[in-house]
């Protein structure tokens, strides 16, 4: 607002930062968007393929012929493929849906490739730069990257009954951290306020209402996508 109040008008600052160079280069950006969403997904998806065909060719799975081993990797990505809702929400909308999915698809795939051998210092700097683009991305980051960061430590010390070394652990740890604070604080210093707009805007104060819209949310997530239970269950047979 112009003399006014300023107002987080966005929700994501990395996708922002991102597609703010295509408006400046045109005045109708909305194809180069389209790419530049398809790009993103295309890379991620085929990140979890690679990884997920190493994870299962790896000692725990080494039992599974090549070719089985082969279409398994490829199904998540048919999968997504076959998703009209999934390729309108995140390349259709122009939103930053798209970055997000991306990134914790990325998160996935760089999990996949360290949880097969001890923790080490490459494997968490990767996953620590998503974790940090996470954070950038999206507010629920705050719940997401604290989640993933457990479980990769988790996974990785009880497979190998060995817990990392504290020099990994932090460089896995404190960007996010950092990446937080410096988000918080810049909110507070041109904004005014500490969290986005959005919470503000969305968020009811009535506990109540907050919890029936989550399990009606998770409802029609369920209803609109019944094979999740299949993949649930396939994860914990892998």
């Not at 997000?100 to 730069?129: E, Q």
């Not at 604070?181 to 969290?195: D, E, S």
């Not at 009535?206 to 239970?229: C, G, Q, S, T, W």
Request: glycine letters at 4%; proline letters at 6%.
């Amino acid at each position: 607002n112009p003399g006014g109040e300023r107002v987080e008008g966005f929700t994501s600052l990395l996708w922002l930062l991102l597609i703010s160079p295509l408006f400046y280069l045109s005045d109708s950006p909305e194809n180069a968007i389209v790419a530049l969403n398809i790009l993103i997904i295309a890379a991620a998806l085929f990140a979890l393929q690679r990884s997920l065909h190493h994870f299962l060719n790896s000692a725990n799975h080494a039992l599974l012929p090549d070719s089985l081993s082969t279409l398994m990797s490829w199904l998540p990505v048919l999968w997504v493929l076959a998703s009209p809702s999934y390729i309108t929400w995140t390349i259709c909308s122009l939103m930053e849906t798209g970055l997000w999915s991306a990134l914790l698809i990325t998160a996935a795939a760089i999990y996949l490739r360290g949880c097969s051998a001890p923790l080490s210092s490459s494997v968490a700097a990767r996953f620590s730069l998503v974790c940090c683009m996470l954070v950038l991305t999206r507010p629920e980051a705050m719940l997401w990257v604290p989640a993933l960061l457990f479980i990769i430590l988790a996974t990785c010390s009880l497979n190998h009954r060995r817990a990392p070394g504290i020099s990994t652990v932090l460089l896995l740890v404190v960007p996010s951290i950092l990446t937080f604070i410096g988000l918080v604080a810049f909110r507070q210093w041109y904004f005014g306020f500490p969290l986005p707009n959005t919470f503000y805007a969305k968020i009811s104060p009535d506990l109540y209402y907050k919890l029936m819209h989550v399990f009606l949310y998770i409802f029609a997530f369920v209803l609109m996508n019944p094979l999740i239970f299949v993949s649930i269950v396939a994860c914990l047979l892998i």
